[in-house]
């Protein structure tokens, strides 16, 4: 008889199960595996807690999975323009003082508080700094749009920019 774990020709064998595995082996290959007590199946036996783990696994692989439930993002607020100019008028400056005062030029800080440009991330901290307020505000991702009736559904028309 030949060892099917090492190859070698040997008179007596053994079943056993490594990994997984029904393999005849020689005595001295037995010893990497569990001995084999044949079932009304043929197979190996397993038993019931190993079944329910790969069960259960299999359950949590299959489920599927919302990658933006619970995710909150942090967004500049809507009139951030505004906020701006209001802390700035507060403060007592005009938009010259306020342009020096954070080393930024004039023309973008004025495109900013009209809204045309965005601020970077750098440039909302250096302005809230300087100003005191706060132009962020963290959004919670993953919120449903409607509830499938009435008028709060979503359709076509939010998204198509109308003039």
Known sequence: ???EMCG???PVTKTVV?????????PNCARFGEDYRGSASGGAPVSHTVIEERLQKRERRMKSKDIYAGSSTVELVDDYGGVIREAR???GMDL?????SILEKKGTLSKIESNNLVPDDKLIK??????GIK???TVQSGVSVGNGGGSNRM??????RRE
């Open 18 to 26: 490594v990994e997984g595995s029904r393999l005849t082996v020689c």
């Open 1 to 3: 008889m030949i060892c």
């Open 135 to 137: 132009l962020t505000e």
């Open 89 to 91: 008028e507060a403060r």
């Open 126 to 131: 250096k302005i809230e700094k300087a100003l």
């Open 155 to 160: 359709t076509l028309g939010n998204f198509i």
């Open 8 to 10: 070698k020709e040997v």
């Open 96 to 100: 010259d003082q306020f342009a020096a």
